[in-house]
């Protein structure tokens, strides 16, 4: 079981720069969702990947994209950021169909914009 | 639809003391629920879960919850606190056919000695 990796740990960009952030998926999982943590927040939905496609958004403007690649490795893509956008990004990996197992997450990517 | 609510952002006990983090439900389909700790500049693990089997869940660190769907809520417990409970704890809500969780705004417990 080799769990969930992200990188960067932390990242400091400024207003109107483009971010990618990456995740490695837990071996065996197929399934990526990314979450945005805001300080003092639950995380927030923003999107999931399943076998390379979209399978599921949240509320999140589309300059907010993402890909995830056959070796189930994903990432998060922000265009002209914002204040606003800076948080703790979380990916998980799970099985699509078995929502009942819970997700396992990566340790984020602590995203700063200034 | 699903939401969580955790009442009580913050919540202190003493070492040894109960531990009961509150958390409703609300879920138009029947619900899957989890309990997650985030300790600090680390992601989210998970602590339990009910996925429509025993009502009353066990889980990692002396922690267990309780589906109770007549209050709609899940609950979580610890009967003796310890000092390396001191984390966030976030209740999480989904469906058995969804693939988004939703989670509540969290709940930092402080343990004092």
């Known amino acids: 079981e080799t769990g969930v990796t992200q990188s960067p740990t932390h990242l400091i960009k400024t207003r109107g720069q483009q971010v990618t952030l990456r995740c490695s998926s837990q071996?065996?999982?197929?399934?990526v969702s990314w979450y945005q943590q805001a300080l003092g927040q639950g995380p927030q939905f923003i999107f999931q990947?399943?076998?390379?496609?979209?399978?599921g958004r949240g509320n999140f403007p589309p300059r907010f994209s993402g890909l995830q690649f056959p070796n189930y490795s994903s990432e998060l893509n922000v265009n002209a950021l914002e204040l606003d956008d800076s948080a703790l990004y979380l990916c998980?990996?799970?099985?699509?169909?078995?929502?009942?197992?819970?997700?396992?997450f990566g340790s984020g990517t602590r995203l700063t914009v200034v | 639809a699903q939401s969580v609510t955790q009442l009580g952002s913050h919540v202190s006990v003493s070492e040894g003391a109960l531990v009961l983090l509150r958390c409703n439900y609300s879920?138009?389909?029947?619900?899957?629920l989890f309990w997650y700790v985030q300790y600090p500049n680390q992601g989210l693990q998970l602590l339990l879960k009910?996925?429509?089997?025993?009502?009353l869940v066990k889980g990692i660190n002396g922690f267990e919850a309780e589906f109770k769907k007549s209050e709609t809520s899940f609950h979580l417990t610890k009967p003796s606190a310890h000092m390396s409970d001191a984390a966030e704890y976030f209740c999480?809500?989904?469906?058995?056919?969804?693939?988004?969780?939703?989670f509540g705004t969290g709940t930092s417990l402080t343990v004092i000695p």
């Open positions: 998980a990996s799970s099985f699509p169909d078995r929502p009942n197992y819970g997700y396992t």
């Open positions: 071996s065996g999982h197929n399934t």
């Open positions: 990947y399943y076998r390379e496609e979209e399978n």
């Open positions: 879920s138009s389909v029947p619900p899957y």
């Open positions: 009910y996925t429509s089997a025993a009502t």
């Open positions: 999480a809500v989904t469906a058995n056919t969804g693939n988004q969780f939703y």
